[in-house]
């Protein structure tokens, strides 16, 4: 049973660049949340998807933005990105209370 | 106020010995649920151990268990007999009320856990 997974596992870019990061949930799951974890500190929610809609929303500006597609997979875009946007960027499924993440995806932002 | 607390930045413990990571939490709901979770070097978060609020038991599961006293809204995780690939990050987490909408995890900032053999 293969658990959550995430592409690209690593990617640069340039500040003021676009990137789409990519989440295939857990097999039998219907929800997908996305966090960010900046150097030496706890993720931070950036928003959940459940039957292709957000359905709830953490402190982030609208350069974060998300789709959830019929197959419960999901995508995270990032546009006019920042130095700041340099972080793992971590995919979480569920289906009732427990979050199951994904390996991440290292965004470096020059 | 900071909603979970993680006081310890960095532990080390000799192999085979037990372990108790700390986490403090503050909510003014009735219905949450506290996580911990484990991050190796690779990054991914390893889901351990969940208890719920109204949960009456101390959660375990396998060599984790998670000391709940909600009267000082504390969760700490207990490792017994410490082993080297328990060497990573821990992160305390918590989700405040249940049910549709509300399933947001809060983490703390982490404790580092090193084994010493």
């Known amino acids: 049973d293969a658990g959550v997974t995430q592409s690209p596992t690593h990617l640069i870019k340039t500040r003021g660049q676009q990137v789409t990061l990519r989440c295939s949930p857990k097999?039998?799951?219907?929800?997908v949340s996305w966090y960010q974890q900046a150097l030496g500190q706890g993720p931070q929610f950036i928003f959940q998807?459940?039957?292709?809609?957000?359905?709830q929303r953490g402190n982030f500006p609208d350069r974060f933005s998300g789709h959830q597609f019929p197959n419960y997979s999901s995508e995270l875009n990032v546009n006019a990105l920042l130095l700041g946007d340099s972080a793992l960027y971590l995919c979480?499924?569920?289906?009732?209370?427990?979050?199951?993440f994904g390996p991440g995806t290292r965004l470096l932002v020059l | 106020a900071q909603k979970i607390t993680q006081t310890q930045p960095g532990m080390f413990v000799q192999e085979k010995e037990a372990v108790t990571l700390d986490c403090t939490y503050d909510t003014s709901d009735q219905s949450y649920g506290l996580f911990w979770y484990k991050q190796p070097s690779s990054g991914e978060m390893i889901f351990l151990i969940y208890?719920?609020?109204?949960?009456?038991q101390n959660a375990t599961e396998g060599r984790y268990s998670l000391n709940f006293q909600k009267a000082r809204k504390s969760a700490n995780l207990v490792i017994s007999a410490s082993q080297l690939g328990d060497s990573a990050m821990y992160f305390c987490?918590?989700?405040?009320?249940f049910g549709f909408g509300n399933e947001k995890l809060t983490f703390g900032t982490g404790t580092r856990l090193t084994i010493i053999p």
């Open positions: 979480a499924s569920s289906y009732g209370e427990t979050q199951y």
């Open positions: 097999s039998g799951h219907d929800t």
């Open positions: 987490a918590m989700r405040e009320g």
């Open positions: 208890q719920g609020s109204y949960d009456e």
């Open positions: 998807y459940y039957e292709e809609e957000e359905r």
